[in-house]
């Protein structure tokens, strides 16, 4: 047995799911309503190809013949990361009988159809029936795959290899130490004026700053696209097609903005992927929370940098020339304003944490059978108020507001706040290694921050796990230090505390 072998029927599952992907990314943004439940069949049908490809008898040869100690060892590096992978996806989706599958992908196709009519209804009711029956089937799943201490480790593991429920609490009690005192800090300083944000920008104007933002930080628009959706994303269809969205709003520019900065560095990173990992398993993110700290980074630690407005200023003022009443650093103290907010996506740096925080424990809540779906409104409105002391007006801004659960997607919360994390540390390594890059982004110059991420993170795809990948780059393993300094130095400058 040849690993060529391997390679060229890894290659036929990877274009089924390059099939997959485009219809999944048409059900989000193109497709018709009254499409929406039979394209959930072909993408259900689909899925089931892939997922039997996956845990077929010819996988499974491979997985034991390339697994044998005396073949292992003779591999490369790179083959042996690739075998690794595939026996790591395969042992987890054999645990779950294919039919069974299906109807979770058609379920969850469904569910997310159902999701955003409940959603601009603000009705739960309608939507709740097929998220009972989406968290049925995870539920099931957990126990097929199996778990040491906590049924939520089995998902977690899904979108960030080796990181444990435990873990994640740990992480969330040394953040709550720093950030909740901070946040009580902050209140008595002097605070931003974000009234001169507030206007109407027309939608097609709002497109051009997307482009124009994108075009500066290298998106490759011959290898992708930028469509309108409910909920933004980023999908990598394939080799050269790595796709993202955002969503206009004619009251607020700043958050297709910023989501398409967000979009536009989970981009970025699938677009350095080394051509040599074509159609191989390493040809992805290293994980969901690698993915997110470089999307996170570009949102944050660039595109709301004083640096970056320095240059960037301009170009705002004249697409939108109400701007040029005001001064950059005016723009930039609006656009950090930290106050208690409903929206995750529209949350800022200072409190996003706790709106993760909110989710990490209804999802291990849920999974753990101490509440039930019928519970989420409630049970979601009450921590609103505990974390963020906010009240929740309806439905549609409170528990419905996320797409990940239509999905199936649980697990997937907690790496946004370990993005935010792995962002600041590898920030912090990029700055010693590049001593005058702020004065680079100053200048406009973010190519050689994109090729820095590209040298240390995004060629590497998958090659490593997280906790390898971030002592590679930083020297140390993730530590929630790094972050936490951050916040404090930005916000308290902003805010005029003297610390």
């Known amino acids: 047995m040849e690993i060529k072998e391997f390679y060229n029927y890894y290659a036929e599952i990877a274009k089924y799911s390059s099939a997959y992907a485009l219809v999944e990314w048409d059900m989000r943004t193109k497709m018709p309503p009254k499409a929406a439940m039979d394209r959930a069949e072909v993408a259900g049908k689909l899925a089931r190809t892939i997922f039997e490809m996956i845990t077929s008898e010819k996988m499974a ?18 083959d042996r990361r690739n075998i690794y992978l595939t026996t790591k996806e395969y042992r987890r989706a054999s645990s779950i009988p294919p039919e069974k599958f299906e109807k979770f992908t058609i379920a969850c196709s469904k569910g997310e159809s159902v999701w955003q009519e409940a959603k601009a209804e603000s009705n739960f009711k309608k939507f709740r029936p097929y998220l009972e029956e989406i968290v049925g089937y995870l539920k099931e799943f957990v126990e ?4 040491e201490k906590n049924k939520y480790d089995a998902l977690l593991e899904g979108y960030e290899p080796s990181m444990t429920t435990e873990e994640i609490k740990r992480i969330i009690e040394g953040l709550k130490s720093e950030l909740v005192p901070f946040i009580k800090e902050l209140s008595s300083g002097k605070k931003p004026d974000d009234s001169i944000l507030k206007g109407t920008f027309d939608k097609a104007s709002q497109e051009r700053l997307s482009r124009e933002v994108l075009e500066l930080m290298g998106y490759d628009f011959q290898s992708g696209r930028i469509d309108e959706t409910v909920h933004p994303f980023t999908t990598g269809i394939g ?3 790595v796709r993202i969205t955002t969503n206009y709003h004619l009251d607020d520019m700043t958050s297709a903005l910023f989501s398409t900065m967000h979009e536009g560095g989970h981009a970025l990173y699938e677009q350095g992927i080394s051509e040599e990992y074509k159609w191989m398993p390493v040809h992805t993110g290293a994980s969901m929370g690698i993915h997110e700290s470089q999307s996170r980074t570009w949102e944050n630690l660039v595109g709301r940098s004083y640096e970056f407005w320095k240059f960037f200023f301009p170009k705002l003022s004249e697409i939108f020339p109400q701007f040029k009443k005001i001064t950059p650093e005016e723009f930039y103290k609006a656009i950090n304003i930290t106050k208690p907010s409903l929206i995750r996506i529209e949350a800022d740096e200072v409190t996003y944490n706790l709106h993760i925080m909110v989710r990490f424990e209804i999802e291990e809540s849920l999974i753990n059978d101490r509440i039930k779906v ?5 049970v979601w409105n009450q921590k609103m108020k505990e974390y963020l002391n906010v009240d929740v007006p309806d439905e549609a801004h409170g ?3 996320d797409v990940h659960w239509s999905g199936g997607q649980f697990g997937y919360f907690p790496s946004y706040m370990l993005g935010n994390l792995y962002a600041s540390q590898f920030f912090s390594a990029a700055k010693k290694e590049i001593h005058d890059l702020e004065s680079q982004i100053s200048n406009g110059n973010l190519k050689i921050f994109r090729e820095w991420q590209r040298e240390k993170i995004h060629k590497f795809g998958a090659m490593y796990d997280p906790k390898d990948l971030i002592v590679r780059v ?14 404090k130095e930005k916000f308290s400058k902003i805010y005029g505390i003297h610390r």
Not at 144 to 147: K, L, N, V
Not at 374 to 378: A, I, R, T
């Open 61 to 78: 040869a491979f997985v034991e013949y390339f697994n044998r100690p005396r073949i292992n060892e003779k591999l490369n590096e790179v």
């Open 474 to 487: 930083s020297g140390e393993p993730l530590n929630h230090k790094y972050f936490v300094n951050y916040i």
């Open 239 to 241: 080799n050269g097609d």
């Open 374 to 378: 019928e519970d989420l409104p409630d």
């Open 399 to 401: 528990v419905l507001q």
């Open 144 to 147: 097929y795959y199996g778990y």
